[in-house]
């Protein structure tokens, strides 16, 4: 299945994934990566990994304020061979 069915989600009591769309599972995992390097990086005394880094002082503003950024030449790309599926939830009544 791609997705639990609304009338399953209560059964699961929290412990199955609900969504296993493709893209979800894509993002997520790349998040996982992501904050698993900034977590590794934080933990150690270098100002870079392969793929993320510490921004300057200079780099950190009111609306950049994270203190990671993609390392440069890092480039991000997402191939679609088909539009992802839409769905709509209901809340349950």
């Known amino acids: 299945m791609k997705c639990l069915p609304q009338n399953k989600i209560a059964q699961a009591q929290g412990v199955t994934l609900h969504d296993w769309h493709a893209e979800v599972l894509a ?5 996982r ?9 934080a933990l ?3 100002a870079s990994s ?12 009111q609306i950049n304020f994270q ?11 997402m191939y679609c061979s088909e539009a992802p599926c839409i769905y709509t939830y209901l809340p349950a009544l």
């Open 33 to 41: 990566f992501l904050l698993e390097e900034c977590h590794a990086l």
């Open 44 to 46: 150690s005394k270098n």
């Open 27 to 31: 993002i997520r995992s790349f998040n």
């Open 50 to 61: 392969g793929y993320v880094r510490f921004r300057t002082q200079n780099e950190r503003t």
């Open 67 to 77: 203190p990671f950024a993609l390392n440069e030449g890092i480039n991000l790309y």
